[in-house]
């Protein structure tokens, strides 16, 4: 599929030309020099007064395909893992599992977006994957971008997954207590060989330490789940170059849920629970309105319903 899907040509919306005279005088100055030179070589005589195409219609013509000149991907990896269960403390377990994954030419789908910021800012264009699938015409503006899988310099993740379960029988009930965590040490990505590796462990997105403690009470029919989650905090930049951020970091958070549930009968459930029980709110910081994968941004929510089997 990645080297021989079928060809289309649209246009994509919504784009910003990294070579406009707005985005250039964003950049800070050792990477303004880089795009400002890089520009220049693709045409763009004067980037601090260039008023770009792509800007003022939104946009650019775009060509989607496979790219049959794909190279093969390679990987080493090394895992290892352990499971305690010791005999003095009955129904415990820890499971802890390390990874480290190294990939080269790894092969992804990058948006037209991406493709024209990783050229513009490459330190070396002749040898990024990304410019070849930029087309300028005489005056400097993007004519097309294709936009095809291709092959990525690394890609490295290592970390640590652990998990902890314990059950006992309380004197009425009984009572299942499970914990999740995960650690990255490194996630970090290479455009093309020569490039400047990103390590994006601690920043925004990829937090270093993300953890859920699960507690599970049951007494005949009646079930009651209170869960943990928790995020650590994290840098907004991926290189860490936050000097230019009031708030440089996103707060850790820890957003407590509760389900109880009863069984009427064999086909009919009740239940009622309530997702981030203290209303915690993170609203206030601008970076945490990227997804609810680290963050609860509806504050508390009340569910009540039941199910039937039919």
């Given at each position: 599929?990645e080297m021989f899907g079928s060809t289309s040509i649209g246009f994509s919306s919504g784009l910003s030309d990294p070579c406009d005279q707005e985005n250039i005088t964003t ?235 009863y069984d009427l009968n064999d086909d009919t459930n009740l239940y009622i629970g309530a997702r981030n029980v203290f209303d915690k709110k993170w609203t206030h910081h601008p ?21 039937y089997n039919f």
């Amino acid at each position: 599929m990645e080297m021989f899907g079928s060809t289309s040509i649209g246009f994509s919306s919504g784009l910003s030309d990294p070579c406009d005279q707005e985005n250039i005088t964003t950049l800070k100055a050792d990477l303004k020099a880089q795009v400002i030179s890089n520009c220049q070589a693709f045409g763009v005589e004067d980037p601090e007064n260039f008023e770009s195409a792509t800007n003022l219609g939104n946009g650019s013509d775009t060509t989607t395909s496979g790219n049959p000149h794909l190279d093969v991907e390679e990987a080493d990896t090394f895992t290892f893992g352990f499971v305690i269960q010791p005999s003095f403390l009955e129904n415990f377990a820890l499971t802890v599992d390390y990874y480290d994954i190294d990939l080269t030419n790894a092969i992804e789908n990058i948006s037209a977006g991406s493709i024209l910021y990783e050229c513009a800012e490459s330190s070396n264009i002749s040898a990024s994957y990304a410019c070849p699938l930029v087309s300028r015409n005489a005056t400097g503006n993007v004519s097309n971008i294709l936009v095809a899988p291709v092959n990525k310099g690394a890609f490295t993740r290592r970390g640590l997954d652990i998990e902890t379960s314990y059950d006992t029988d309380l004197p009425i009930g009984q009572l299942s207590l499970k914990f999740y965590a995960t650690h990255i040490i490194e996630l970090s990505t290479q455009s093309t060989a020569g490039e400047e590796r990103f390590d994006y462990s601690g920043v925004y997105g990829s937090p270093d330490w993300k953890g859920r403690l699960e507690a599970n009470y049951t007494l005949n029919e009646l079930r009651v789940n209170w869960s943990i989650d928790y995020t650590q905090s994290a840098l907004v930049g991926r290189d860490k170059d936050i000097e230019d951020y009031s708030v440089p970091e996103t707060p850790s958070s820890t957003v407590s849920n509760v389900r109880i549930s009863y069984d009427l009968n064999d086909d009919t459930n009740l239940y009622i629970g309530a997702r981030n029980v203290f209303d915690k709110k993170w609203t206030h910081h601008p970076s945490t309105s990227g997804g609810r994968g680290a963050y609860n941004l509806m504050g508390r929510f009340l569910y009540a319903g039941f199910s039937y089997n039919f």
